[in-house]
Nanobody
Framework: EVQLVESGGGLVQAGGSLRLSCAASGFTFNRYTIGWFRQAPGREREGIACISSSDTSTHYADSVKGRFTISINNAKNTVYLQMNGLKPEDTATYYC????????????????????WGRGTLVTVSS
């Protein structure tokens, strides 16, 4: 059974930090690009950070570049998202996603191409 399990969401004040984790199982991890997407109420789901499990190349959306860092532990089949300098506009449900055989930029831009989704974890940033 394929699973992507997110953890680490919560409530934080503006300027604060959170670290999200995504634990993957049930598929050949090193053949996928793993990404973090987020969706706020009334808005489309957007890819914000993606990483290739094979060469660890990364892509970030402009909205999070310089504040968020995606990393991977292939031995644990786990991807992390370190979020610093959080803003109220970062409030959303954050989803982990796995897409096969694409570069990180493509994976982040193409939510419809995702092969597997996690259930999401809510991040709320108060002002």
């Amino acid at each position: 059974e394929v699973q992507l399990v997110e953890s680490g969401g919560g409530l934080v004040q503006a300027g604060g930090s959170l670290r999200l984790s995504c634990a993957a199982s049930g598929f050949t991890f090193n053949r996928y690009t793993i990404g973090w997407f987020r969706q706020a109420p009334g808005r489309e789901r957007e890819g914000i950070a993606c990483i290739s499990s094979s060469d660890t190349s990364t892509h970030y959306a402009d909205s999070v570049k310089g504040r968020f860092t995606i990393s991977i532990n292939n031995a644990k089949n786990t991807v992390y998202l370190q979020m610093n300098g959080l803003k109220p506009e970062d409030t959303a449900t954050y989803y982990c996603a796995a897409t096969s055989d694409v570069a990180p930029k493509t994976a982040c831009a193409w939510a419809y191409g995702v092969d597997y989704w996690g259930r999401g974890t809510l991040v709320t940033v108060s002002s």
